[in-house]
């Protein structure tokens, strides 16, 4: 069992930066691929990016290629995701999410485990 809590968010101005953290509960941390998904008012819950349980393999969609990196401490069950020059489109609650054996990264029906959320809103 894991429980997921996020933290970071906020309301910033375009062009400005956050630290998004999860920190996770369980002795089994490093074995879970980690995700990053956000959900805007109305529309569905999309992938931003994810990192495999050694961190050797990162994944972003398209949009925040460049802006946003992914990382992980598995020392201290927290995984990041730092995310730059923020637009306006990027608002949305931000999700932690876990899950083991994942084959599609993207898809949020094969993380087991999902966190409560963090806020961020980009205006100005």
């Known amino acids: 069992q894991v429980q997921l809590v996020e933290s970071g968010g906020g309301l910033v101005q375009p062009g400005e930066s956050l630290r998004l953290s999860c920190a996770a509960s369980?002795?089994?941390?490093?074995?879970?691929?980690m995700g990053w998904f956000r959900q805007a008012p109305g529309k569905e819950r999309e992938f931003v990016a994810s990192?495999?349980?050694?961190?050797?393999?990162?994944y972003y969609t398209d949009s925040v290629k460049g802006r946003f990196t992914i990382s992980r401490d598995n020392a201290k069950n927290t995984v990041y995701l730092q995310v730059n020059n923020l637009k306006p489109e990027d608002t949305a609650a931000y999700y932690c999410?876990?899950?083991?054996?994942?084959?599609?990264?993207?898809?949020?029906?094969?993380?087991?485990?999902w966190g409560q959320g963090t806020q961020v809103t980009v205006s100005s």
């Open positions: 369980g002795p089994t941390f490093s074995f879970y691929t």
């Open positions: 999410a876990a899950g083991r054996f994942i084959s599609e990264y993207a898809n949020r029906r094969q993380y087991a485990y």
């Open positions: 990192i495999a349980w050694n961190s050797g393999t990162t």
